[in-house]
């Protein structure tokens, strides 16, 4: 593919890791936004990540660093350093060194993934990562779900807002997915951070149904271009998580996870649901490779040449984009001229 000329560094939460994949006392090695991170499970339980490299002298601090209590010390001379990345003991000294900082990241645990905040400007969170339970409001949990599944691709050619833009692209759904008719968007909301989408959409039937008559849907949560949530009705009770994270100038780490529903009475065989619902989690994550086949190959379009029924949503999502990317580099002059125009 193209290296895409947006920007891989975006403002957001961003998955960097499952929450069982970094148990106490376990210090991992991770790169992301092109910076060496590690990050480290506190007696505690609390993780911390920051960048990898160690303030004394630059030992890399995920080979041969280890976790003591509630810091992390360094392999090569022992320095401890606290999990706001403050020097707190140089075993041959009196005092630590007060000055400097190893750069930590904001972290979030939830829905059993561990994301952190980046910005380029060292800004505080201004938005919420999203939670695929509490945020839809229907009072469902993880116990009302099967088991995570899970999908992890890394180091693939592509970018974020490649798996956003699907929020907006009804056409593909066909042609990708094989759904018999084309769904339709029922919801745009592109004003904050989070941003919200609706559509209905069938994967049963044949193609002289029409989508009026669907009775089946998702709703979609974007939080930032890093992560999003997905909650499906009338169909197979479903939600998934899709979370997309840069490692370098051209790359990103895909991670995608989906919940089924448990059957919401006793059932005769509950062995049989429970392989039923986890075929059907296969279904999904399959279906959601064949998105991952076209993006990671994908060149970014800009602009693109839409057709008019594409037009609002595509300029909506793109100048919704814009949000999340401080050092200007979320398109080119020619497509922001072609939004402008587009929305005058
Ligand atoms: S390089 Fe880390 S303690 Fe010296
Ligand atoms: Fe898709």
Not at 57 to 68: C, D, I, P, Q
Not at 287 to 295: A, G, V
């Amino acid at each position: 593919m193209a290296k895409p000329p947006l920007s891989m560094k975006p403002t957001g939460w961003f998955q960097v890791a499952w929450s069982d994949e970094i148990a106490v006392g376990d210090v991992r090695t991770m790169k992301y936004f092109d910076q060496e991170m590690v990050a480290w499970r506190a007696e505690s339980g609390r993780l911390t990540v920051m960048n990898a490299y160690c303030e004394h002298l630059g030992a890399h601090l995920g080979f041969g660093g280890t976790v003591k209590g509630e810091v992390l010390q360094c392999p090569f001379h022992g320095w401890q350093w606290n999990q706001q990345g403050r020097n707190v003991c140089i075993p041959y000294e009196d005092r630590p060194n007060r000055g400097r900082r190893i750069t930590t990241y904001p972290v979030v645990e939830r829905n059993e993934s561990i994301y952190i905040w980046h910005d380029i400007l060292g800004r505080e969170p201004f938005f919420e990562a999203p939670d695929i339970f509490a945020d839809f409001g229907d009072g469902k949990t993880a116990a009302d779900y099967y088991p995570q599944q899970r999908l992890f691709r890394d180091s693939l050619e592509m970018h974020p807002q490649y798996v956003l833009e699907n929020g907006v692209d009804f056409a593909h759904f066909k042609y990708v997915h094989n759904t018999p008719i084309v769904p339709k968007f029922t919801r745009h909301d592109f004003d904050d951070p989070v941003s919200y989408v609706d559509f209905t959409i069938t994967f049963e039937g044949d193609d002289g149904q029409r989508i009026e008559d669907v009775g089946s849907g998702v709703e979609a949560i974007n939080g930032g271009l890093g992560i999003a949530v997905t909650k499906s009705w009338g169909m197979v009770d479903n939600r998934t998580i899709s979370a997309i994270t840069p490692v370098d100038e051209s790359t990103s780490d895909v991670r995608f996870m989906v919940y089924i529903g448990r059957p919401e009475r006793d059932v005769r065989d509950p062995a049989r649901a429970e392989a039923k619902a986890a075929e059907f989690g296969a279904e999904v994550i399959r279906q959601f490779s064949q998105d991952i086949h076209i993006w990671s190959h994908q060149r970014y379009s800009d602009p693109p040449a839409l057709a008019s029924s594409e037009l609002e949503g595509f300029t909506a999502i793109r100048k919704w984009a814009m949000k999340f990317y401080p050092d200007g580099k979320g398109g080119s002059a020619a497509d922001l001229a072609a939004r402008r125009e587009a929305m005058s």
